[in-house]
């Protein structure tokens, strides 16, 4: 029978402090990244989704661009989005069908002085 030396079982203790202090700071930086680029995509998905509804619906093909733009805006006050630009809504008209593109850069801190930034180009039919 092989007996256990103490200094294997000193060895086996687990995580270090340092160790421990690193895992900690990854998962920080993670869920900091995690919190400022998620509602960036939820945002964007709920802007592409109204557009997609409006062409789905029929009622695009029937609108100005001021009237698409009015739809929107109302629909983003209600969702509480206040900083989209509605002049990246560009609508086009191709045998009597409208096709809508979103495009648009969004620009958000991470730490300090570094920032993600995001670029969108959606065209719905």
């Known amino acids: 029978m092989k007996i256990l030396r103490k ?3 000193r060895s086996q203790r687990g995580v270090s402090k340092t160790g421990l202090l690193l895992i900690a700071v990854l998962l920080g930086f993670f869920f900091t990244f995690g919190l400022k680029v998620g509602p960036i995509y ?3 998905n709920l802007i592409v989704g109204l557009c997609q509804d409006l062409i789905d619906n029929g009622e695009a093909n029937n609108m100005t661009v001021s009237d698409l733009r009015n739809r929107v805006s109302s629909s ?12 990246s ?3 086009r008209r191709e045998r009597d069908e409208a096709i809508i593109t979103v495009a648009y ?13 995001a670029v969108f180009d959606s065209t719905l039919e």
């Not at 969702?79 to 989209?84: C, H, L, P, R, V």
């Not at 969004?106 to 920032?115: D, E, M, R, T, Y």
């Open 7 to 9: 200094t294997n079982l």
């Open 42 to 44: 939820v945002d964007h």
């Open 76 to 87: 983003l006050q209600i969702n509480n989005i206040a900083d989209f630009d509605l002049s």
């Open 89 to 91: 809504i560009r609508v």
């Open 105 to 117: 850069e969004k620009s958000v801190p991470l730490i300090a002085n570094l920032s993600i930034v």
